[in-house]
């Protein structure tokens, strides 16, 4: 008995939807300009959006409280993701199970209200849920279950802000998507050139920051249970490693975590789980994951606040000041994620492989 689709038919309602939201004025729409900055040294074609009119946008520092999609008066919060939905940016809802006698999770997909990328959109949970408890297998299944789908007519990229420092501002959870124009994302390329050899080993990018990612290559007769399975031990393992990496930090350079170097603080200090901040790129090919320890990067001269979430993890960066963009040119990319993610591992790590870059 063939399982049926999760969200089947999905790419044509977002399209229909989004069309009708964008002239009822319900959505939206910011242009931008798209920068190209390619790494010389590493070969990663980043892109910088520049959407100046974005910085006209409430944002939480200003005390009238937003998120990634939607604003919010600061003395009586409200939930933009729970039902009733607004309609126009309501696309579709349903319960995804893992098997006939799992009771499932329901979830809906809804247009994400400012966007700089057409058709972006959301897959939040129907009952509330905090954005920083980890994801779940079911959930991870669905968002790879909903890029396989449109991935048939159009490349999409999920994405998932965890934590205070990770750009995410709505305590709501969702995962969010955009369309990949050209089908591939930047760092598409980079992580193909450093694949281990054994597929099933997690691995860290040469990059100057700590990252740890995974392949998915599921066997092509896997059941919906098996896949669930499957992708969610991807995820435990990459969130293992990146919780051994902080525990590693506590104890060998607590500074950059932001603990106290005396004596009397304790190395597992800050190792919760819920209250470490990542973000996770998400693809029908890699689960990408970055632990953060800011969410802006302040430029040198400016002092301008840049903030960062997943999209620039994966090769995107928004800035919304001229000046920003300026100096985001001038240090590169690459400085800039520094800033705001982890010391990488050590290549003399114990947990690397002879190349270096496999993960035990």
């Given at each position: 008995?063939?399982?049926?689709a999760?969200?089947?038919g999905?790419?044509?309602?977002?399209?229909?939807?989004?069309?009708?939201a964008?002239k009822?004025?319900?959505?939206?729409?910011?242009?931008?300009?798209?920068?190209?900055l390619?790494?010389?040294?590493?070969?990663?074609?980043?892109?910088?959006?520049?959407?100046p009119?974005?910085?006209?946008?409430?944002?939480?520092?200003?005390?009238?409280?937003?998120?990634?999609?939607?604003?919010?008066?600061?003395?009586?919060?409200?939930?933009?993701?729970a039902?009733?939905?607004?309609?126009?940016?309501?696309?579709?809802?349903?319960?995804?199970?893992?098997?006939?006698?799992?009771?499932?999770?329901?979830?809906?997909?809804?247009?994400?209200?400012?966007?700089?990328?057409?058709?972006?959109?959301?897959?939040?949970?129907?009952?509330?849920?905090?954005?920083?408890?980890?994801?779940?297998?079911?959930e991870?299944?669905?968002?790879?279950?909903?890029?396989?789908?449109?991935?048939?007519?159009?490349k999409?990229?999920?994405?998932?802000?965890c934590g205070?420092?990770?750009g995410?501002s709505?305590?709501?959870?969702?995962?969010?998507?955009?369309?990949i124009?050209?089908?591939?994302?930047?760092?598409?390329?980079?992580?193909?050139?450093?694949?281990?050899?054994?597929?099933?080993?997690?691995?860290?990018?040469?990059?100057?920051?700590?990252n740890f990612?995974?392949?998915?290559?599921?066997?092509?007769?896997?059941?919906?249970?098996?896949?669930?399975?499957?992708?969610?031990q991807?995820?435990v393992?990459?969130?293992?490693?990146?919780?051994?990496?902080r525990?590693?930090?506590?104890?060998s350079?607590?500074?950059a975590l932001?603990?106290?170097?005396?004596?009397?603080e304790?190395?597992?200090?800050?190792?919760r789980l819920?209250?470490?901040?990542y973000?996770?790129v998400?693809t029908?090919r890699?689960?990408h994951?970055v632990?953060r320890?800011?969410?802006?990067?302040?430029?040198?001269?400016s002092?301008?606040?840049v903030?960062?979430?997943?999209?620039?993890?994966?090769?995107?960066v928004?800035?919304?000041?001229?000046?920003?963009?300026?100096?985001?040119k001038?240090?590169?990319?690459?400085?800039?994620?520094?800033?705001?993610?982890?010391p990488?591992l050590?290549?003399?790590?114990?947990?690397?492989?002879?190349?270096?870059?496999?993960?035990?």
């Amino acid at each position: 008995m063939t399982t049926p689709a999760v969200f089947a038919g999905l790419g044509p309602k977002l399209k229909a939807q989004y069309t009708a939201a964008l002239k009822a004025g319900s959505l939206l729409f910011t242009e931008s300009d798209v920068v190209e900055l390619d790494d010389e040294d590493i070969g990663i074609p980043f892109e910088v959006r520049y959407a100046p009119a974005l910085a006209k946008k409430p944002t939480k520092a200003d005390g009238k409280g937003t998120n990634d999609d939607d604003a919010r008066p600061a003395d009586k919060p409200a939930d933009p993701f729970a039902p009733p939905y607004q309609q126009d940016l309501f696309v579709a809802e349903e319960t995804v199970k893992e098997d006939d006698d799992d009771s499932g999770e329901s979830f809906a997909i809804l247009l994400n209200k400012f966007c700089v990328t057409p058709r972006h959109f959301l897959l939040v949970t129907k009952e509330f849920r905090k954005q920083t408890t980890p994801l779940s297998p079911l959930e991870v299944f669905t968002a790879w279950s909903v890029l396989k789908q449109l991935g048939a007519r159009e490349k999409h990229l999920a994405f998932f802000n965890c934590g205070d420092e990770s750009g995410a501002s709505q305590p709501h959870k969702h995962l969010q998507f955009i369309p990949i124009s050209n089908g591939m994302a930047p760092f598409d390329s980079f992580i193909d050139a450093h694949k281990p050899a054994k597929p099933q080993t997690p691995f860290q990018l040469p990059l100057p920051y700590a990252n740890f990612t995974a392949l998915i290559d599921p066997p092509s007769s896997a059941s919906r249970p098996d896949l669930v399975s499957y992708l969610g031990q991807r995820f435990v393992e990459l969130l293992d490693l990146m919780i051994d990496h902080r525990r590693r930090l506590s104890l060998s350079d607590p500074a950059a975590l932001g603990l106290d170097a005396d004596a009397s603080e304790q190395p597992t200090r800050g190792i919760r789980l819920s209250d470490m901040s990542y973000n996770v790129v998400l693809t029908q090919r890699y689960l990408h994951l970055v632990p953060r320890r800011r969410e802006k990067y302040l430029t040198a001269r400016s002092s301008l606040p840049v903030s960062i979430n997943s999209l620039g993890f994966a090769g995107m960066v928004l800035v919304k000041d001229e000046r920003a963009l300026d100096e985001v040119k001038e240090v590169g990319v690459l400085e800039v994620l520094k800033q705001v993610g982890l010391p990488p591992l050590d290549i003399v790590d114990a947990h690397l492989g002879e190349d270096g870059n496999e993960l035990a």
